[in-house]
């Protein structure tokens, strides 16, 4: 919801933030996601999936709220800015946790089927960031902004009560074999770097669209904040849809062939971006983006969980600490690099290409079935 908000963040009738300063807001979100992706694994084996879950949605209830609740700050920037890295904080908390553990869950509880079952999971996580930037277009043409996060947070706490009553129990807790024992940096197998490699740099890219597309079209190609939304939110429809398209075709083509093609698509819709003149141009740019981002970041995590299922929790949880990690780059990087080279967007999102050639490189990798026992001699 808070890339979704930008507008309201760095529009004089809103926060009034620059770009620095917006970007900013987002470091609480990746530091506390990383902590709580890393760590969930291990909280997991200590006390059980279900309480990380809980948690999660917690932190998540509590990011809402205090989202919601800087509409009382307006006028005074200082400390609206300091409750927002109070809500990104905790939304960083909940969505690690949360996002682990659901990963796990769909995993655990459809062993023969476990690439779709995280396709569709993921599939239904991106419906509701498709909605976002819809709702608050609703909401800020309403002219109350802040009734969207507040009614999320309800929505939350009702999802709370009603997972509280559930055992949410499952076989062996996904990886019971080394649960009992700590998994270190050095005990990881030796492919795990390149799936996280692979993450990272996907969550440089996907970052680069979700986050800063509303201010590219508004700021570079004279689209109203309203009609930039819409381009957002094709992104986040087609990412959707995308992994719904992908989880059915791969009943027939394979997935590790299509999660290549993902990261080639993304080089060339980077370039398409960057030549956007127009709302229209902008709404089907955008949604081809979403397309190619679609099921990547699913796909990596089944791929792992599928190549060392005895790891499969402890997999969720550190590739989602690197996809944050690349989401922070993007985030928090991208506003202090215009400001010290006058980097336009479109130039940005141009030489994103260069990264996603980066990524097709990482995946052709990943892809490859390890012809050695070298790939997994670390393993515990």
């Not at 005990?187 to 986050?211: D, K, M, Q, S």
């Not at 027939?252 to 060339?268: D, N, P």
């Amino acid at each position: 919801m808070f890339p979704a908000a930008g507008a309201i963040f760095t529009s004089a009738q809103g926060f009034g933030f620059d770009s620095t300063r917006y970007g900013a807001m987002f470091l609480p979100q990746v530091v506390f996601a990383v902590l709580a992706s890393g760590l969930a694994p291990r909280l997991a084996r200590r006390w059980s999936l279900r309480r990380v879950l809980l948690g999660g949605i917690a932190g998540d209830i509590v990011s809402m709220a205090l989202l919601a609740a800087s509409q009382l700050l307006l006028g005074v920037p200082d400390m609206a800015f300091g409750c927002l890295l109070l809500a990104t904080g905790a939304l960083g908390l909940g969505f690690g946790a949360t996002v682990m553990a659901l990963n796990s869950y769909a995993e655990a509880f459809f062993p023969g089927n476990a690439d779709r079952a995280v396709l569709a999971l993921n599939a239904l996580l991106g419906l509701g960031t498709a909605l976002a930037p819809v709702l608050v277009a609703v909401a800020v043409l309403m002219g109350a902004w802040w009734i969207l996060p507040l009614a999320v947070a309800c929505i939350l706490a009702v999802i709370l009560a009603v997972a509280l009553m559930q055992p949410l129990r499952v076989s062996g807790e996904s990886g019971a074999d080394t649960a009992r024992r700590k998994i270190g940096w050095r005990e990881l197998p030796h492919r795990f770097w390149l799936y996280a490699a692979a993450v990272f740099v996907y969550g440089i890219l996907e970052t680069i669209n979700g986050n800063w597309a509303i201010l590219y079209l508004s700021g570079e190609r004279g689209v109203s904040a309203a009609n930039a939304s819409y381009a957002l939110t094709a992104f986040w429809t087609m990412v959707t849809l995308g992994r719904v398209i992908i989880a059915v075709i791969s009943r027939w083509l394979s997935a590790r062939w299509i999660y290549f093609a993902l990261a080639i698509l993304l080089i060339l819709v980077f370039q398409l971006v960057s030549r956007v003149a127009g709302e229209a141009e902008g709404i089907l740019a955008f949604a081809m983006a979403g397309l190619a981002c679609s099921a990547f970041l699913p796909l990596s995590i089944s791929f792992g969980g599928n190549e060392f299922p005895q790891l499969a929790t402890v997999m969720a949880g550190e590739l989602i600490a690197f996809y944050q990690l690349g989401y922070g780059v993007a985030a928090f990087g991208v506003g202090p690099l215009r400001g010290v080279t006058g980097m336009a967007f479109s130039t940005l999102f141009g030489s994103a290409s260069i990264v996603a050639a980066v990524l097709a490189v990482v995946t052709f990798f990943v892809i490859r079935r390890p012809s050695s026992r070298f790939f997994t001699s670390n393993l515990p």
